[in-house]
């Protein structure tokens, strides 16, 4: 008999996006590197310092931009009560890192759980359950429409260097209106405000990437000043981003 709760330790290289559905609910953490998620409509990024909790049974959209160790943990239907939420993309706190550590040695097996490692796991499903009733706000939309996934699409490729709505607009084949209008109504925000969110997302794959200067990553994702960028990454993730890649270690 499977045990009720085993922790699942990896390291993958680089791969497309493909679909994840698991029959248990998913606890789903990188120690190493970092994860990208797309569901309902929306797109996250899975450094060490968040984790993703996932229903049974939902499909999610996984892709690996960069090689990454996954250290996540998969809950039996009937060992937890269901997710607050389908899918919740929170911060771990230090006491849900410490508790995905100490689990880490009981993977899949048919031997049953020691007590001690019973209780590790329901105290971890505790916390975590907890955690993700407070989600990030650090998303960003995916859209639903073939030109606005594109608009999407050939933003984020030109996050490094100028990027203008009316270029992209006319990329997809529409007028700008037309893309604004899109925007509104399939994302709830206008194409500024994804944008802020697309260079937020992406320094902070570049903060889990490695020591880069923030001065260094700031120009990266398209910033001319540090104080602007880190205005923008403060404003989305409530930290500054030497306070955000400080969260990324043990």
């Known amino acids: 008999m499977t045990r009720p ?7 993958f290289a680089a791969e497309a996006p493909r679909d994840l559905c698991v029959e248990r609910h998913y606890l789903l953490c990188a120690s190493a590197g970092t994860l990208r998620l797309e569901a309902q409509g929306q797109a996250w990024l899975l450094p060490p310092a968040r984790a993703a909790l996932i229903e049974a049974g939902r499909t999610i959209r996984v892709s690996i931009p960069q090689p990454v160790t996954t250290a996540s943990v998969l809950f039996d239907t009937g060992f937890t009560a269901a997710p607050p939420a389908p899918l919740t993309v929170f911060d ?3 006491l849900a890192r410490a508790l995905v550590a100490e689990c880490g040695p009981w993977g899949q097996s048919d031997e049953p759980l ?3 490692a019973e ?4 105290a971890l499903a505790a916390v975590t359950w907890r955690l993700a009733t407070e989600p990030s706000p650090v998303v960003v939309p995916a859209g639903r429409s073939p030109e606005l996934r594109r608009a999407l699409r050939l933003t984020e490729e030109r996050l490094g260097g100028p990027v203008r709505f009316e270029d992209i607009a006319a990329a997809v084949g529409l007028v700008p209106r037309s893309l604004a209008r899109r925007f509104e109504d399939e994302t ?3 194409w500024r405000a994804a944008l802020r969110r697309m260079r937020v997302l992406r320094a902070v794959e570049e903060l889990a990437a490695g020591d880069l200067p923030i001065t260094t990553i700031a120009f990266r994702v398209g910033y001319g000043s540090l104080s602007a960028f880190n205005a923008a990454f403060r404003e989305l993730t409530g930290r ?3 306070q955000y890649r400080g969260s990324f270690r043990p």
């Open 114 to 116: 020691p007590a001690y």
């Open 188 to 190: 709830g925000m206008t």
């Open 5 to 11: 709760a085993y922790t699942f330790v990896r390291t």
């Open 240 to 242: 500054t981003p030497t």
């Open 119 to 122: 209780t590790l796991f329901a």
């Open 92 to 94: 771990l706190s230090p």
